[in-house]
């Protein structure tokens, strides 16, 4: 079992660029989640999905944030056009049914 | 609308028991109570689960009273390194409620030599 995996493990970019993360969860689990880390507001959940569906977005900030799970193996955050005020640790975790969450290391993401 | 309430920080030496407390009035029949532990710079990792009473693993040990208002989390002879943030989480992961997957501030957990 190689855990939830993400990638890149650091991203630095420019204000207004594109940015994407990415995150395969544990195979066999059913739930994703993407949160995201920061010193003023700690650990804040992005959004959530069950069986691959989007099931509660309402943690996402605005509309740059989008995220996708084309399949049960692969999921993405994307930012588009990134700000400063996005650079956070970005941490996806996966789970099965009422288990505990399973998180990769996160995406450390600076905009400048 | 399960909330949780913990100390921000505590200190510790090598070889101590640590026990944290979690407060959660609000906690629902369905609802689990977790424990995480972080480290700088990686996700949480789970560390012990419960429903009521108590239960122990390898590595902790979880209380929780009959009211279920509250549950601490017991660290037996803390080495320097179990310093992390400790977060207690309450709910029914089970259910589309993702009020109840909100981690709060944590207990920042400091051991000494």
């Known amino acids: 079992d190689a855990g939830v995996i993400q990638s890149p493990r650091h991203e630095v970019t420019e204000m207004g660029q594109e940015v994407t993360l990415r995150c395969k969860p544990i195979s066999g689990h059913n739930s994703l989640f993407w949160y995201r880390q920061t010193m003023m507001r700690g650990l804040e959940l992005l959004i959530y999905?069950?069986?691959?569906?989007?099931?509660?977005d309402s943690g996402m900030p605005e509309d740059r944030f989008s995220a996708k799970m084309p399949n049960a193996s692969f999921s993405t955050l994307k930012i588009q056009p990134s700000e400063p005020r996005d650079s956070a640790v970005y941490f996806c975790a996966s789970s099965l049914m009422d288990s505990p969450l399973h998180f990769g290391n996160g995406t450390r993401l600076t905009v400048t | 609308l399960a909330k949780t309430t913990q100390p921000i920080s505590m200190d510790s030496y090598e070889g101590q028991e640590v026990n944290i407390t979690c407060s959660h009035n609000?906690?629902?029949?369905?609802?689990?109570i977790t424990w995480y532990q972080q480290f700088p710079s990686q996700g949480p990792r789970f560390i012990i689960q419960?429903?009521?009473t108590k239960v122990t693993n390898e590595v902790a040990s979880l209380f929780i009273p009959a009211d279920r208002k509250s549950s601490t989390l017991s660290l037996p002879r803390v080495s320097l390194s179990d310093t992390a943030v400790y977060y207690c989480?309450?709910?029914?992961?089970?259910?589309?409620?993702?009020?109840?997957?909100?981690f709060g501030t944590g207990t920042r957990l400091q051991v000494f030599p």
């Open positions: 609000n906690i629902a029949t369905n609802d689990y």
């Open positions: 999905f069950n069986n691959n569906v989007p099931i509660d």
């Open positions: 989480l309450v709910g029914d992961i089970g259910a589309y409620n993702t009020d109840k997957l909100i």
């Open positions: 419960g429903y009521k």
